[in-house]
């Protein structure tokens, strides 16, 4: 029986998903040497917070203490055919600043010949009305340092000692784990659903490992690789582990893991960061190619605010 992808422009013929790669990639710098200076209410970023990619931002943003200088709208959870919409609702709202009814309107107004897939995050410039990024990468360089005159200066997530070792733990984080997860989940073979599978509890079993002696991936203090990991072990349990078949073992059933999660998610202004109605509306509602009925379900039951005892580490 043939399967259809849920995004067939980016499924190979061996029915594996290969994301498409970022088309806007412009960079907001401090000196405005870019032609995008860093300035108060001059960018917006629109959001999901059912996208892990566009979560990521979110938490920069709110870990450098951005939230007044750079606006922010929710899209809905629900995607379909016409791709992320604004409307009313718990968590979510129209459009401020342009008054879009759809993200792709954003994507027109940079590129009318634009054809691909529609994807936030996007950071938006009200000055230009352009998109300046839809990188996820580099939208948390910008936060982390270009805005330091009006954020949080003291907290530096690519510190400049760690930034080899921070782009590999990236590296590793991403195809095995961040990626990993969709290339099981978006598999459209027996094999290839497979090889993603054992490749991403290979990569948590040695993340558990690394982190028995340490609180975060790289010592006492959490980095930007922190926060990519955590955006999809929040969402593990609730989603990849059934919707995406990554059913091997739960978060909850790896000791260390699962305490890091909560460390992480314990961070003051984090919980505020994780929606998981929109997360699992989203995942369940929108990939109508693998859960054709549309049904989310109840569970599970985690605490993630039970005591963690990671201090001590």
């Known amino acids: ?161 760690l930034q080899k070792d921070i782009d590999e733990m990236n590296r590793f984080l991403y195809e095995s784990v961040n990626d990993g997860v969709y290339r099981a989940g978006f598999a459209t073979s027996q094999r290839v659903y497979e090889r993603a599978v054992r490749r991403l509890f290979e990569a948590l079993d040695a993340l558990d490992a690394r982190l028995h002696n340490r609180r975060f991936l790289f010592g006492g203090r959490s980095v930007e690789s922190d926060w990519r990991l955590f955006v999809t072990l929040v969402r593990f349990d609730a989603v990849y582990h059934g919707h995406f078949k990554c059913n091997v073992r739960r978060i909850l059933d790896y000791p260390s893991l699962f305490g890091y999660l909560r460390d992480l998610y314990q961070q003051p202004g984090i919980a505020e960061t994780v929606n998981f109605d929109h997360i699992k509306r989203h995942y369940y509602m929108t990939h109508d190619h693998i859960n054709p009925t549309r049904i989310v379900p109840l569970g599970p039951v985690q605490d993630l605010t039970a005591p963690h005892g990671r201090e001590r580490l």
């Not at 980016?10 to 300035?39: L, N």
Request: hydrophobic share 35%.
């Open 1 to 161: 029986m043939a399967t259809t992808p849920q995004f067939p422009d980016e499924q190979t013929r061996d029915g594996e998903f290969k994301r498409q790669e970022d088309a806007f990639r412009g960079w907001v710098t401090a000196d405005g040497r870019s032609g995008y200076p860093a300035a108060p209410d001059r960018y917006h970023l629109y959001v999901s917070w059912a996208c892990p990619w566009a979560h990521r931002t979110i938490i920069v943003r709110k870990l450098k203490r951005l939230e007044h200088v750079i606006g922010m709208t929710v899209v809905d959870p629900l995607r379909d055919e016409r791709g992320w919409a604004f409307h009313d609702g718990p968590g979510h709202s129209r459009d401020p600043i342009n008054g879009f009814q759809f993200l792709s309107e954003a994507y027109r107004a940079t590129d009318p010949g634009y054809r691909g897939r529609v994807t936030v995050p996007v950071l938006w410039d009200i000055d230009t009305r352009r998109i300046v990024s839809n990188s996820d990468d580099d939208i948390m360089r910008m936060f982390n340092t270009e805005f330091n005159a009006y954020a949080e200066a003291g907290v530096d997530l690519y510190p400049e000692g």
